[in-house]
């Protein structure tokens, strides 16, 4: 474990640095202080990494929950790319496995439905009185000449066994990043994230329950942050930046100005 001067002070960078250039910033300072790295790796959620599987040809993706030292676990196919040792990477029990799988085969759908695109992952792990997982989902626009754009979503939660009933905690962490540049708008980036937390109860009657319960956890998540981003975020946004920038030039703005009060003048008279 690092020194948690050393890892607090780490986190306190990344947060002043441009949000778009996380991944960078982040490299950049495990290689500073190698120390840090599992522990940086493992807290500070990065824009999410597409691989494709090579034993079924699928894409999935890659974050910290999936991976063991330089090798990641395919979803698809339960192995690690590039291959580990005998007994080294951690795969979740039978029972958790094949609910990883519906569950992969569950968010799989809402991506083309609600996405249209894009790539999603499901990974799924063993933990006392129950089991936890991450849902990850992906959509980017390929750069042109115009921008680019790119969400992702993680969702991180922990499942606890309580009779008939399950106790459900969810962290979900929304990385947002815009780009774009014209003759009249000039350069504009726009990124960052949004992290929200929620925990519930409901009721359990099988493994199939599971899925039905994290997927409603999921999607009512997405549905509120993605209002909060839209009705909230760009709209101040577009409100300070319609205050202290117009797109219109300096004279066609006099000319209206002055048109306006010539129309007040002959109203008065």
């Known amino acids: 474990m690092a020194q948690p001067d050393q890892f607090d ?27 840090l790295t599992e522990d940086l790796l493992s807290s500070v959620d990065q824009p999410l990494e597409v691989r494709r599987c090579k034993k079924t040809g699928r894409d999935y993706l890659l974050c910290d929950y999936n991976r063991d030292g330089d090798s990641w676990r395919s979803p698809w196919s339960n192995e690690f790319e590039p291959e580990v040792p005998d007994g080294e990477g951690t795969v979740p029990s039978d029972r958790v496995r094949k609910m990883e799988v519906r569950m992969n085969e569950a968010i799989d759908v809402y991506r083309d439905l609600y996405y249209e695109g894009g790539s999603s992952s499901v990974y799924f792990w063993d933990v006392d009185d129950g089991f936890a997982g991450v849902v990850l989902l992906k959509k ?46 000039g350069k504009m980036d726009l990124s960052g994230n949004l992290t929200r937390q929620v925990e519930q109860d409901m009721p359990v009657e099988n493994d199939g329950s599971h899925i039905v319960n994290v997927g409603k956890l999921v999607e009512d998540m997405e549905g509120k942050m993605r209002n909060l981003l839209q009705e909230v975020y760009f709209g101040k946004a577009k409100d300070v930046v319609g205050d202290l920038r117009s797109i219109p030039t300096l004279s066609e703005a006099n000319k209206d100005r002055e048109t306006q009060r010539e129309m007040l003048s002959s109203m008065n008279r």
Not at 10 to 33: E, K, M
Not at 159 to 177: C, F, G, P
């Open 9 to 35: 002070s780490a986190l306190d960078l990344l947060r002043r640095l441009n949000p778009a250039h996380t991944t960078q910033n982040l490299n950049s300072i495990c290689t500073l202080v190698p120390d």
């Open 140 to 185: 980017s626009i390929s750069p042109q000449s115009s921008g680019e754009a790119a969400w992702d979503s993680i969702h991180v939660f922990e499942a606890l066994d309580r009779a008939r009933m399950a106790h459900y905690k969810l962290t979900s962490t929304v990385i947002l990043q815009l780009g774009s540049s014209g003759e009249s708008l």
